[in-house]
C-alpha cells in the first residue's frame, strides 16, 4: 500500500474549517489532511426544509476506502502505545469542543438532517456524555489475572485494543451516533475509519474529523470517507483490514454488512431497526401515557430506531387515548427546524416520505381511522394519529420511522405482550401502569433489549449498555459494553516453575 496520494497544498481543501454549512467540506479527510474532492463525483447534501443544496461533499471511491483502511493500519500501534490519559485528554478536548461549536453544529442538524432545536440540544448531549464515558474507557480496565489449575502458572489476560475499527451510520442522531463508537474506539488506542451517511457526511463525520485534529489527534488515527452506502458500501464493510465493523442502520443493509464482515472475520457489532411498542395497561395513568406517547412518536418526526412505533392500549382506555394523542399531534408546531418554537420538522427525503404515507394510506384503506393530521406538504408530513388499526396493517407490521402513531387496542396483558412480540424486531419499548411489578412482569416478557416502564422507548444514557435482539441487531453499545467490543483479551500466561508433562 502507498501513501495518501496529497494534492498539492494549493489545491487542498480549506483546513481551517469553522463549523457552519458553507465552509469548505468538499474533503475526505484522510491521515490528517484535508484531501479535496479532485475527479471525484460529489454528493450534494440537500435540506430536507428548502430543498436546496447546502453543501457538496466527495463521493469516497473504493480505492479511498483500501487507502484509508492502510492508513489507519499505520497510525494504529503508535497511537496505542500513547499513555492512556494522553488518549483520554484528547477525546475529552474534543467532546469540549462540540460544546463550544453547540449552536453552528444546531444550524448544521436543521439543514443536513431536518432536526429541530430540541432534537439539537438532545443531541448534542448524547455525543457529549459519550465522549466523557469513552474517554473514561482509555484508563478503566487493562485485563485482569486469572488463577490457574497448572501448578505454577500464571494467568493474565491482557485487554488490548482490537484495531482498526470500520464504522457506518445512519443521517438520523448522526454525530451521536458517530461518536459513540469513535470516541471510544480512540480512547481504547484503536484507530478508526468512519463512513458517514450520505445524507449527513457533514454532521456524521467531517465535523468528528475537524473536533478531532483541533484537539490534536495524531495524523491517521481517525479517517473519514463520505460516501454512498450502495456504491462503496460493500467494499468497507467486507474489507479484510479492520478487526471491528461498528454498523447503525436498518436491518436489511445490517444483515448484509454483517455477512461480509463475518467473511472477511471482522466482529461485527450491528444496531438496526426496530417496531417498539408502547403498552398502556388498564390501570396506567392516562395522562402521563398519553404525554409518554406523544414524545415517543413525535419526536424528530419519529425518526429514531427506538421511536413507537406502534401503541398498544387496553380497550378500556383507548377512545380517550387516542382523543388525547390526537389533541397532542394537532397541537405540535411544524415547519422549518430554524424557525423558534417548531417542534416537528420535515422527513429526510422523498422516498421515505412515501414510505410513510404509503403506510398511512394503504392502512386507511383497510380500515384504520385517521384521527390527526395524514397530509404532507413536501417533506413535512404531518404528526398522524391511526385509531381502528390492526397489528397486520401495514403501518404497524413494519417499521414506519416516521410522525405516525398507529393505536392498536388489546383486552388481556398476555394479548398485549403477544401483539408486541408479534415482530421480527427487538429493540425498545415501553409500558404503563400503576402496578409496578404488573409492568415489570410484562416488561420480562417483551423480546426486546430494552424496556422502559412508565416512560416511551426513546432512552439512551452513555454508561447503560444499548442494544436489541433479533432483527435489531447483535452486540451492545455504550461503556463497558463497547469496549469489549472494541478491544480484545490475550491470554498471557508465565509458567513460572518447571511444569511436569506426562512424557
Ligand atoms: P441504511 O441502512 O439505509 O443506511 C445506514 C448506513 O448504511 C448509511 O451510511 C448508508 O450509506 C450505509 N449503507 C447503505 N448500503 C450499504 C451497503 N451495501 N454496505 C454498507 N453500508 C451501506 O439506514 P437508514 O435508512 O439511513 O437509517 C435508518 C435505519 O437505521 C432505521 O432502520 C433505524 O431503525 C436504524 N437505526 C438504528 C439505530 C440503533 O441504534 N439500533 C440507531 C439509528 C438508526
Known sequence: MTGTSKLPAEERAVTELAITPDNGWNALYLDGDWVPAGDRDLIDVENPATRSTVASVPSSTESDVDEAYAIATDAQSAWAERPPQERAAIVTEACELLGEYADDLATLFAVECGGVQLKADFELQLAQGTMEVGAGLAMRDGGRRKESVTPGKENLLVREPAGVVGVITPWNFPLYLSSRVVAPAIALGNSVVLKPDEHTPITGGLVLAKVFEEAGLPAGVLNVVPGYGHEMGDHFSGHSVPSVMSFTGSSEVGRGVGQRAVGSYTEPALELGGNNAHIVLSDADLERA??????????????????????????????????????RAAQLP???????????????NESQRDKIVGFVDESVERGATV????????????????????????????????????????????????????TEYG????????????????????????????????????????????ASGMGRYNDEWIMDTLTTLKWISIQREPREYPY
Open 427 to 470: 429493540l425498545s419499548g415501553s409500558v404503563h401502569s400503576s402496578d409496578i411489578a404488573r409492568a415489570r412482569d410484562v416488561a420480562d416478557a417483551l423480546e426486546t433489549g430494552m424496556v422502559h416502564i412508565n416512560d416511551q422507548p426513546l432512552n439512551d444514557e452513555p454508561h447503560v449498555a444499548f442494544g436489541g435482539v433479533g
Open 334 to 348: 411544524i415547519g422549518d427546524p430554524r424557525e423558534e418554537g417548531t417542534l416537528v420538522g420535515p422527513v429526510i
Open 371 to 422: 384521527e390527526a393530521g395524514g397530509s404532507h406538504d413536501g417533506l413535512f408530513v404531518e404528526p398522524t394519529v391511526l385509531s381502528n388499526v390492526t397489528s397486520d396493517m401495514p403501518v404497524a407490521c413494519n417499521e414506519h420511522f416516521g410522525p405516525v402513531a398507529p393505536v392498536i387496542p388489546f383486552e388481556t396483558d398476555e394479548e398485549a405482550i403477544r401483539i408486541a412480540n408479534d
Open 290 to 327: 398519553t404525554d409518554a406517547g406523544a414524545f415517543g412518536s413525535f419526536t424528530h418526526q419519529g425518526q429514531e430506531c427506538i421511536s413507537i412505533n406502534r401503541h398498544l392500549v387496553h380497550e378500556s382506555l383507548y377512545d380517550e387515548y387516542v382523543a388525547g394523542l390526537a389533541d
